[in-house]
């Protein structure tokens, strides 16, 4: 997530969300979840950032994005009193998402879209728990450049078999 050199009417910054700066995306009843990173360099956390599919790019529209970190999933899915995840939303999680509905452009008394956005969170939750901890473009940063090229080859008929860069 990034912030856009683009700002609205009203001064304020634009942010923008998914593509190649997500780890992955996805579409599920009416929203769309890209897990990304948040900030710059290794100081990026990981967050999960959701946003209407329909009615996007309307002007005028309030529709914005709400995003959930890591640190702050645990809060999200339900567990037992014994610290089992149960796998279903704890009530934070619909308290949460109730107040979500408006900044997403959809209506706080809408019980349908109040629960896809409950079911959406749930179910990519495990994705925000497994992302990396940092960015790819940092990593390929801090690797640098290759110090051997190895090409190995069938010695019988000289086709070459992989090629790795150490």
């Known amino acids: 997530m990034e912030m856009s050199p683009v700002v609205t009417p009203d001064g ?12 992955k995306t996805f579409e599920h009843k009416g929203f769309v979840v890209s897990m990304e990173w948040v900030g ?8 999960m950032v959701i946003w209407p ?11 914005g994005m709400w995003v959930i970190g890591r640190r702050a999933i645990t809060q999200f899915v339900g567990f037992t009193s014994a610290d089992k995840a149960t ?50 473009n940092v990593l390929n940063d801090l690797r640098g450049e290759a110090m ?5 080859k ?8 992989s090629e790795a860069s150490v």
């Not at 304020?12 to 780890?23: D, F, T």
Request: proline letters at 7%.
């Open 53 to 63: 599919a329909s009615n996007v790019f309307v002007p005028g529209s309030s529709d």
């Open 87 to 136: 796998g279903g939303p704890s009530e934070h999680c619909w308290r949460e998402a109730r107040e979500a509905l408006p900044l997403l452009g959809k209506d706080v008394n809408d019980r349908h879209a109040l629960h896809a956005l409950v079911d959406t969170v749930v179910r990519f939750a495990p994705d925000l728990v497994l992302m990396p901890a940092t960015p790819r």
């Open 154 to 161: 069938n010695k019988s008929t000289g086709k070459v078999m």
């Open 40 to 47: 710059k360099g290794k100081k990026a956390q990981a967050c």
């Open 148 to 152: 051997w090229e190895m090409t190995v």
């Open 12 to 23: 304020r910054p634009m942010w923008s969300a998914g593509g190649k700066h997500a780890w």
